[in-house]
């Protein structure tokens, strides 16, 4: 099958907005996973005086995980399809938390001040061209700045892409199909499936001028299908970054 890019799969997405909660609901350890990967950045003092960006946020899912890891942060969160961001918006957020319908080469073009943090949670399988969607989250952190990337990206394992595909084809393709989203829930089926394994998109990371890049496996079911991959913007972390 052909994948869905840029407009079209921003507009599956934007079809797909009105259920995409309840379905991810049906996922167990769906948001247990993205609050452990937002954790994983290790921002101190609560996010206090930091200003951390939520690239690709969808309906909030990631945004909420990140207020929950970093209370006291400062969020910006964007994303590409204006009706999963209506649905993002229509939620309740304090004042901090902001959202903006762009894409992260948008952000780039765009944003003077940089951020200390980025948070990407299942996006870079779902972009033309990571290495140009790395290139400005690199241009849009301040050196030493940190980035989380959760995402499906497999082991390399057989067995574990065999996983996922019995559980696409048996649960996740059928439910999106009874809401009318098929194309795209089998979009992202396959989109999984022609990602970087996990040594592939470390190695993209690092190529890209990342440094101490790591990647970090879930738990529960998802354990080598889904990662956290955590990175730093090339110059050693600030002083005040020091755990």
Known sequence: MTLLRDHDLARAFDHASRTYDRLTALNPGYRTDLLRSARRLRLPRAGAGLHVLDLGCGTGASTQALLQAAPRARITAVDASSGMLRRARAKPWPARVRFQHLTAEEMAREEEEPYDAVFAAYL???????????????????????????EYSLSGSAAHRALWTTVCQGMIIPAGALSGNGALYRHLWRSVIDFDTVPAFTARLTS????????????????????????????AAAAEYAQ
């Open 124 to 150: 870079f399988r779902n972009v033309t061209d990571p290495d140009a969607v790395l290139t400005s989250v690199r241009s849009l952190l301040r050196p030493g700045g940190r980035l989380a990337v959760h």
């Open 208 to 235: 890209t001028g990342f440094t101490d890049v790591r990647a970090v496996p879930v738990a529960g079911w998802q354990t080598g299908i889904v990662h956290t991959f955590l990175a730093r913007n090339g110059a």
